[in-house]
T-cell receptor, first 119, second 116 residues
Framework: AQTVTQSQPEMSVQEAETVTLSCTYD???????LFWYKQPPSRQMILVIR??????QNATENRFSVNFQKAAKSFSLKISDSQLGDAAMYFC????????????????FGGGTRVLVKP | GAGVSQSPSNKVTEKGKDVELRCDPI?????LYWYRQSLGQGLEFLIY????????KSGLPSDRFSAERTGGSVSTLTIQRTEQRDSAMYRC??????????????FGPGTRLTVL
């Protein structure tokens, strides 16, 4: 079974600075997808960024970028130019690419990292 | 609809009562998922529907939990004889199910269940 670990319960960052959230995962599969979801106080779950494991290039979405290290099974999220609206819980998630198995469709989540942004 | 909706947004019940949680997925989405999020923890998978069938029920914690989906749309998660440990946020997500690359799961706002 796959596991996802976020070792930082909470991170604090000054507005306009950069913060990096760590995520490691354990899997025996070679093809999969990784995600970062944001959960603000509004209780929404918002997809921030997605990475396909077969792609070597790191995904980027505006101020959000990832450092995907497949061999190390590491998937960190970097938030650049942090804004007050970035304050939220961030969850890393894993999904198998094996559509032939029913279990390939579910997301496995880490425990989350709370990001605090100081003005 | 524009997004995944869930009702009620909050539910307080007494131990031993049954509760029903509803999820309306994004129109046209064939796949539907239920997750549970306990306080301070990540989301835990419960069950997955493709159309009206549930190929993966592996996350349901006990036989007190059941779910159904009708018409390939609305899903109901039922918890019988609720216990205090069932208190959590229950989230629903849906996806197009048409292909891996576009199979992003979109989440609803959740139902916060409190069992007294």
């Amino acid at each position: 079974a796959q596991t996802v670990t976020q070792s930082q319960p909470e991170m604090s960052v000054q507005e306009a600075e950069t913060v990096t959230l760590s995520c490691t995962y354990d899997t025996s599969e070679s093809d999969y997808y990784l995600f970062w979801y944001k959960q603000p106080p509004s209780r929404q779950m918002i997809l921030v960024i997605r990475q396909e494991a077969y792609k070597q290039q790191n995904a980027t979405e505006n101020r959000f970028s990832v450092n995907f290290q497949k061999a190390a099974k590491s998937f960190s999220l970097k938030i650049s130019d942090s804004q007050l609206g970035d304050a939220a819980m961030y969850f890393c998630a894993y999904r198998s690419a094996l559509m032939i198995k029913a279990a390939g469709n579910k997301l496995t989540f880490g425990g989350g990292t709370r990001v605090l942004v100081k003005p | 609809g524009a997004g995944v909706s869930q009702s009620p947004s909050n539910k307080v019940t007494e131990k031993g009562k049954d509760v029903e949680l509803r999820c309306d997925p994004i129109s046209g989405h064939t796949a539907l998922y239920w997750y549970r999020q306990s306080l301070g923890q990540g989301l835990e998978f419960l069950i997955y529907f493709q159309g009206n069938s549930a190929p993966d029920k592996s996350g349901l914690p006990s036989d007190r939990f059941s779910a159904e989906r009708t018409g390939g749309s609305v899903s109901t998660l039922t918890i019988q004889r609720t216990e205090q440990r069932d208190s959590a946020m229950y989230r629903c997500a849906s996806s197009g199910g048409r292909g891996i690359i576009t199979d992003t799961q979109y989440f609803g706002p959740g139902t916060r269940l409190t069992v007294l």
